[in-house]
């Protein structure tokens, strides 16, 4: 298992606030108003646990000058593409594959698309916490594992609002390790269409 290092360089072991979501599904307008808004209230990087579907879905977040660290899900869209723009020069996005193993603010974050995948990880009490996606129902708790502590499991739902969800992310203050659900309206997306406006 490869784990990332690059951003603990960067907050060695300091106050951070990250920006969770999953299962956007293409939904440009309200993913790009998800980090928006994470930005705003202090996020410095965003954790995306798969199904972004199309890798130009992620063009929209460059402006916002975050680390958009993404995984692939089961609705895998183009690997190519999503490779090559985690590639380019100056890339902010970074492309782990299936799974990815990263350290933020001084915690051990493992990303994966399933919940029964995460549930596992979280049980071996190697990571700090686990995020996933897929379910698009939110679930956020404390699980034990095998060293006699726990392991927060975060899953955000759908930043899409994929059929009747809403569309929700999680803020997360790794240092007091609490993790906020916050909604973006779906009403965004209508709003864009009708208008032209972003």
């Not at 975060?154 to 240092?175: K, M, Y």
């Amino acid at each position: 298992m490869r784990v990332e290092w690059a951003d603990s360089q960067l907050y060695p072991g300091i106050a951070m606030k990250v920006c969770i979501l999953s299962d956007s599904h293409d939904h440009i307008a309200l993913i790009d108003a998800a980090v928006a808004d994470a930005k705003a209230a202090g996020a410095e990087a965003v954790i995306h646990a798969g199904d972004v579907v199309a890798p130009s879905t992620l063009h929209c977040l460059e402006k916002h000058g975050l680390p958009v660290h993404v995984i692939h899900g089961n609705n895998t869209g183009d690997l190519h593409a999503l490779t090559r723009l985690s590639h380019k020069p100056g890339s902010l996005i970074r492309y782990h594959g299936m799974d990815a193993g990263i350290e933020l603010g001084g915690k051990m974050i493992f990303v994966v698309h399933y919940p029964h995948y995460a549930n596992a990880m979280a049980a071996t009490g190697d990571w700090d916490i686990v995020c996933c996606g897929h379910s698009h129902k939110i679930e956020i708790g404390e699980h034990s594992n095998c060293r006699g502590d726990s392991t927060w499991v975060v899953n955000p739902g759908t930043i899409g609002g994929v059929g009747t969800s809403p569309a929700t992310w999680v803020l997360g203050d790794l240092e007091a390790m609490t993790f906020e659900v916050r909604e973006v309206p779906k009403s965004l997306e209508y709003h864009q269409t009708v208008t032209g406006s972003s």
